[in-house]
């Protein structure tokens, strides 16, 4: 019988450093005139040489999730991750649609009313605690394509770009940029698009793509994977898994 691979992590997790994600509610879109391009790739913002590829989260046609973001292992013993989840949306918050549901000495703050800043200043408040995942979440990418707001799509994204500096200056051990899915302004929808994912930490391998969107991340070394993959990725690269099979 064929196991998934995420009960595999969850024996072989052992404490380590630290995890951020930064997950940007539906930033995958599609070209839309006049400038045929996406929200993502219409924004002025220059990439850092981190490893991307794409993320497959979402089935074809009826836009049910289809490989999510990487459940938090349930770790044995005194191992697990403590995690602090900020969010723009009280259900993002530790809720089931990304398997992060809180345990006991995990922070949720919901920052549904609260500016981007605001999310970051928590964020930067908090990390060195005793926690070992960081759960950041941006709502207004998703809700601006839901209002097929093109415009407005770009303005978050690139407020995101101007902030990612103060995030980057705590110096996360690991840092994994992606989305849930798509939701193209051209559409006003969720969409089975995979989306752009950026991995950040010392282990990595640089590649040569210089910009973070979903058509110069198809060319990334990450490649093409199930979107439950990120989170394994990311605990190798935080130390956290042991050797097994070598």
């Not at 759960?135 to 415009?151: M, Y």
């Not at 770009?161 to 994994?176: C, F, I, M, N, S």
């Not at 060319?219 to 989170?231: F, K, T």
Request: positive net charge; aromatic residues 6%; charged residues 20%.
């Amino acid at each position: 019988m064929t196991r998934d691979i995420s009960e595999v992590w969850e024996e072989l997790i052992i404490e380590g450093k630290r995890i951020v994600y930064l997950v940007l509610d539906g930033a995958g879109g599609l070209p839309a005139a006049p400038l045929g391009q996406t929200a993502m790739q219409a924004r002025a913002y220059a990439q850092r040489r981190s490893p991307c590829g794409d993320l497959l989260l979402r089935h074809a046609g009826n836009g049910r999730p289809r490989h999510h973001t990487g459940k938090r292992p349930r770790t044995p013993g005194a191992v697990r991750l403590r995690s602090a989840a900020l969010s723009h949306w009280p259900r993002r918050a530790g809720g089931a649609r990304h398997h992060f549901a809180l345990q006991p000495g995990d922070l949720a703050a919901r920052l549904n009313f609260a500016t981007l800043d605001a999310q970051l200043d928590a964020f930067r408040e908090h990390y060195g605690d005793q926690y070992d995942f960081y759960f950041l979440h941006v709502k207004g990418t998703d809700s601006s394509g839901e209002n097929a707001d093109f415009k407005g799509k770009v303005q978050v994204l690139e407020q995101v770009d101007r902030l990612l500096p103060r995030l980057l200056e705590v110096q996360p051990d690991v840092l994994a940029i992606t989305a849930d899915h798509s939701t193209p302004a051209l559409m006003g929808a969720h969409s089975w698009h995979p989306v752009p994912v950026l991995l950040h930490s010392p282990l990595v391998r640089s590649n040569g793509v210089e910009a973070f969107n979903e058509y110069a991340c198809s060319r990334g070394m990450l490649g093409l994977r199930p979107g439950v993959h990120l989170i394994g990725l990311a605990l190798a690269n935080a130390g956290r898994l042991r050797t097994f099979g070598a």
